[in-house]
T-cell receptor, first 114, second 113 residues
Framework: AAGVIQSPRHLIKEKRETATLKCYPI?????VYWYQQGPGQDPQFLIS???????DKGSIPDRFSAQQFSDYHSELNMSSLELGDSALYFC?????????????FGQGTRLTVV | GNSVTQMEGPVTLSEEAFLTINCTYT??????LFWYVQYPGEGLQLLLK?????DKGSNKGFEATYRKETTSFHLEKGSVQVSDSAVYFC????????????FGQGTRLTINP
């Protein structure tokens, strides 16, 4: 079965650079979520999209932005990177059924800021 | 707001031992409850879920029952294997927290042969 695809899997950037993370949801899933997981931490919700519109917003820094495109893939853009942005970034997708179904996660992008 | 509290880890057991990982939650409305598992270097995999009170979720020998009266969703397995070694996250979504998942802090489980 198709899963959530994230790219790249690993990314190394310098401070103050920008990074773009991509997410391709499971076919027919119209909702995408982004999470950030620091070392030894639980995943923290950043932002979500439903039908290309932002549906919820969590602890996403102003330096970050995201969008969902017409083919439902999503991109997380991160600017002015800081050392503290080093983390695993997960994308998850789910169908919008009106009731929580849980979400299916990608393998994650490990971002290292040096 | 919604929150999830898990038993502190790490947890180390011998193979074939009985496993319990405690999870309690605070939520408004009627959330759905989930257990996710994360193997080293991988993403989170949905292990099981329950969407209403007294529902029992089960998968791969793991079980958890949605207890509204005690606001709990404890994970159990009767006989663990070395391959069960991973980090386990309890999570909830729904209620007034909409669709996003709120996770507990995770419990690292190590099974020794």
């Amino acid at each position: 079965a198709a899963g959530v695809i994230q790219s790249p899997r690993h990314l190394i950037k310098e401070k103050r650079e920008t990074a773009t993370l991509k997410c391709y949801p499971i076919p027919r899933h119209d909702t995408v979520y982004w999470y950030q997981q620091g070392p030894g931490q639980d995943p923290q919700f950043l932002i979500s999209f439903y039908e290309k519109m932002q549906s919820d917003k969590g602890s996403i820094p102003d330096r970050f932005s995201a969008q969902q495109f017409s083919d439902y893939h999503s991109e997380l853009n991160m600017s002015s990177l800081e050392l503290g942005d080093s983390a695993l970034y997960f994308c998850a997708s789910s169908p919008w059924t009106g009731a929580p179904t849980g979400a299916f996660f990608g393998q994650g992008t490990r971002l290292t800021v040096v | 707001g919604n929150s999830v509290t898990q038993m502190e880890g790490p947890v180390t057991l011998s193979e074939e031992a009985f496993l319990t990982i405690n999870c309690t939650y605070t939520a408004t409305g009627y959330p759905s409850l989930f257990w996710y598992v994360q193997y080293p270097g991988e993403g989170l995999q949905l292990l099981l879920k329950a969407t209403k009170a007294d529902d029992k979720g089960s998968n791969k020998g793991f079980e958890a029952t949605y207890r509204k009266e005690t606001t709990s969703f404890h994970l159990e397995k009767g006989s663990v294997q070395v391959s069960d070694s991973a980090v386990y996250f309890c999570a909830l979504s729904g209620g007034e927290g909409a669709q996003k998942l709120v996770f507990g802090q995770g419990t690292r489980l190590t099974i020794n042969p």
